[in-house]
């Protein structure tokens, strides 16, 4: 079956531009995430949704981050203002419900995004 | 909070022969321990994981791993270097519980199979 998709895979913008990326997790996956690989390091997380809302938003760097998941599938997170120091890949995993049994993260290829 | 440190963040082996990634973690409590294989272009993929009693794991295209609690490590091996096995790999961990699906990366090691 399908993976996770994300759109678009690489996003050039300019400092102080807003910018929007999407996710598609896997159907019929509830639990959704967000990471964040910059150059040199490992995947750092961001926010983690079971179904609609988000139950984790913890690793947002601060207010200009946001994402929505309206309808439990598709997720958008949103970049406002954004600076050089945003420039990294964004990643998406989904996996089934998220509780105390451990289930796997599957990811999607990512977007990369470059803050001129 | 949880910690990875993976050894060497380029490692460089010969086909053929033994690939060995080192992580090791910090915290009070065994978490899950996960390594992850990342090809250019592509998304992370689960190699293995350990989540119970079993410390030596093994995963998909002849890798395992052992947790071993008394030196805090998670170390990756293969007994034979493929060229297809280039790739940059990735230790995680969670806590076990409610918070599981949090994980903490490492750096990453960047392997490199020369033929």
């Known amino acids: 079956g399908a993976g996770v998709s994300q759109t678009p895979s690489n996003k050039v913008t300019e400092k102080g531009k807003y910018v929007e990326l999407r996710c598609d997790p896997i159907?019929?996956?509830?639990?959704l995430y967000w990471y964040r690989q910059s150059l040199g390091q490992g995947p750092e997380f961001l926010i983690y949704?079971?179904?609609?809302?988000?139950?984790?938003d913890s690793g947002l760097p601060n207010d200009r981050f946001f994402a929505v998941r309206p309808e439990g599938s598709v997720s958008t997170l949103k970049i406002q203002r954004t600076e050089r120091g945003d420039s990294a890949v964004y990643l998406c995993?989904?996996?089934?419900?998220?509780?105390?049994?451990?289930?796997?993260?599957?990811f999607g290829p990512g977007t990369r995004l470059t803050v001129l | 909070a949880q910690s990875v440190t993976q050894l060497g963040s380029h490692v460089s082996v010969s086909e053929g022969a033994l690939v060995l990634l080192r992580c090791n973690y910090s915290?009070?409590?065994?978490?899950?321990l996960f390594w992850y294989v990342q090809y250019p272009n592509q998304g992370l993929q689960l190699l293995l994981k350990y989540t119970s009693a079993a410390t030596l794991v093994k995963g998909i295209n002849g890798f395992e791993a052992e947790f071993k609690k008394s030196e805090t490590s998670f170390h990756l091996t293969k007994p034979s270097a493929h060229m297809s096995d280039a790739a940059e790999y990735f230790c995680a961990v969670s806590d076990r519980g409610g918070s599981n699906y949090k994980l903490t990366f490492g750096k990453g090691t960047l392997l490199t199979v020369n033929p």
């Open positions: 159907s019929g996956h509830t639990a």
């Open positions: 995993a989904s996996s089934l419900t998220s509780g105390t049994t451990y289930n796997e993260q599957f």
């Open positions: 949704f079971q179904g609609t809302g988000a139950a984790d």
């Open positions: 915290s009070s409590v065994p978490p899950y």
